[in-house]
């Protein structure tokens, strides 16, 4: 299983702790029976637009996947309904 997630750095961040630029990271875990491992999906991000840009980005990439892994599905068919 994927998930998506936000991971903000600065959240247990408290009055007197060292001053750091606000950022988030968006990350991504993949689940299975034994582990789960999880990656950082892009860059840190400061701003509203790095945030849009960064998830534009990943559901452009979403989307070609959707459609090779579609291909490949009615390829596999064929290839068996050929047989």
């Given amino acids: 299983m994927l998930t998506f997630e936000v991971f903000n ?3 247990d961040w408290n009055e007197g ?17 034994a582990s789960a491992t ?3 999906v892009g860059p840190l991000l400061a701003t509203d637009r790095e945030v849009d840009e960064c998830i534009n980005r990943v559901i452009q990439q979403l989307e070609q996947l959707r459609g090779t892994a579609k291909r490949g599905l009615v390829a596999a068919k064929a290839r068996q309904l050929s047989r």
């Fill in 17 to 33: 702790d060292r001053h750091l630029s606000p950022h988030i990271q968006l990350r991504a875990t993949v689940e299975s029976e």
């Fill in 38 to 40: 999880t990656v950082d």
């Fill in 9 to 11: 750095p600065l959240a």
